[in-house]
């Protein structure tokens, strides 16, 4: 058996080994400094969620350095669904633009991570040439390696860790509830007082998934490719079963959604609603730095875990600053980049990199940030439970407009 594990550990690095070599991208310093200096001057178009003031302060951050260290113009292209930027640079594809394509640079995970790799719009694998890569916790974070059970190889950069939680007034809910079975009862006491936004925003196609999880009669089946309709219908059933008794006691009676996150965490300003949905564990420390939220609002998770996954950057195909592209990936997993994106004065996202393997200045920053009155710690945050594969969500997604949509 170890001769066996050692023989095929040697053949996969041998495939990886080659198919680096066919992209031209040996691993070397003398590369990586090639790379830097093909990359000073480019315009790097950088196609990046929008909808959130502190995350495109941090991305404008993320530019100036990119331009004082390099050299390097970057354009933060604000984008609401990251499933358009796969139709466009799959449109562009299709008509034979592999060349100077509009994107450079997207922030991506999942559904739509899975659909580029399939229709084979991205570059790479091209991380192994990145220095800071070195320094990424593979070991004890499976999800900068899996992206909703698609394997990574290496064709996209984890640059953060996300965690479903729920943000709550304390002042005006005292009790929370502990599971998706719970909430349900929760909400029958509490009329009008939760929602969701409604998918296929990710924080609601997030919350279906989160409940999918907890209501399946074997959650197992949930990580391989949906491939037939009795399966999905059979699967599917607690869920659809759950929403139709939740629905009536949301905001609005469930007749209306928020649209967006923002959305949703306006409601929650405003006093309509108590609960609000997150996938970062220090936003609600960082939105009461911002004064977006009451000082009064906190975290909570469901006891037997919630859903947690990495987001990352990749480089289309067709990106006519590949280099650009890869110092910029390179320096989002930088220590300088990951401290101030975990520090949730600027953001709160909890850092790829493995502590243990930074410097001893690096590990001292880290060490420092106060994360703030309302974050959890890890082992307050629990388990974390693994994302169904793709496939699951784009039914889901698909059968709760049917249902629900207006």
């Not at 609401?80 to 509009?102: F, H, M, P, Q, W």
Request: net charge negative; hydrophobic share 40%; proline share 5%.
């Amino acid at each position: 058996m170890v001769r066996k594990s050692i023989g095929l550990m040697a053949l996969a690095a041998g495939l990886f080994c080659s198919l680096i070599a066919q992209t031209g991208w040996a691993q070397s310093s003398d590369n990586w400094t090639d790379i830097k200096a093909r990359a000073e001057g480019q315009t790097l178009y950088w196609n990046a969620w929008g909808g959130s003031e502190r995350i495109n302060n941090y991305i404008s951050w993320v530019g100036k350095e990119l331009w004082d260290q390099y050299g390097i113009t970057l354009i933060h292209v604000k984008v609401t669904d990251t499933a358009d930027i796969v139709s466009r640079v799959l449109a562009e594809k299709t008509a034979g633009k592999d060349s100077n394509g509009s994107v450079d640079l997207v922030w991506i995970n999942g559904e739509n991570f899975a659909s580029m790799k399939k229709n084979g719009l991205l570059f790479g694998p091209f991380t192994q040439n990145l220095p800071n890569y070195a320094l990424v916790d593979v070991d004890n974070k499976a999800t900068t390696t899996v992206d909703f059970m698609v394997p990574v190889g290496g064709m996209e950069a984890p640059w953060g860790m996300a965690k479903f939680n729920f943000i709550y007034d304390s002042a005006r809910v005292k009790s929370t509830p502990n599971s998706i079975t719970e909430l349900l009862a929760w909400s029958e006491k509490h009329p009008g007082s939760f929602t969701y936004p409604s998918p296929p925003d990710f924080l609601g196609s997030t919350f279906l998934k989160q409940a999918l999880l907890e209501l399946a009669a074997d959650p197992t089946i949930l990580r391989a490719k949906v491939r037939k309709s009795t399966t999905f219908e059979s699967a599917t059933a607690p869920l659809w079963a759950y929403l139709d008794k939740l629905h009536p006691n949301l905001w609005r009676s469930g007749t209306q959604f928020p649209v967006s996150s923002a959305a949703q965490q306006q409601l929650l300003d405003d006093g309509e609603v108590n609960i609000q949905l997150s996938f970062n564990p220090g936003s609600a420390s960082s939105l009461i730095k911002s004064g977006e939220l009451s000082p009064n609002v906190r975290t909570f998770v469901f006891e037997k875990g919630t859903i947690g996954n990495t987001h990352f950057v990749a480089i289309p195909y067709n990106s006519s600053s590949k280099e650009a592209a890869m110092v910029a990936a390179d320096f989002l997993m930088s220590p300088k980049a990951q401290a101030r994106k975990q520090d949730p004065e600027y953001w709160g996202d909890d850092t790829v990199l493995a502590i243990d393997k930074l410097s001893a200045a690096d590990q001292k920053t880290f060490a420092a940030i106060e994360l703030g009155v309302a974050t959890l710690s890890p082992q307050e945050l629990g388990p974390t439970l693994l994302e169904p594969h793709p496939s699951w969500m784009e039914r889901i997604e698909k059968e709760w407009l049917k249902r629900y949509g207006q």
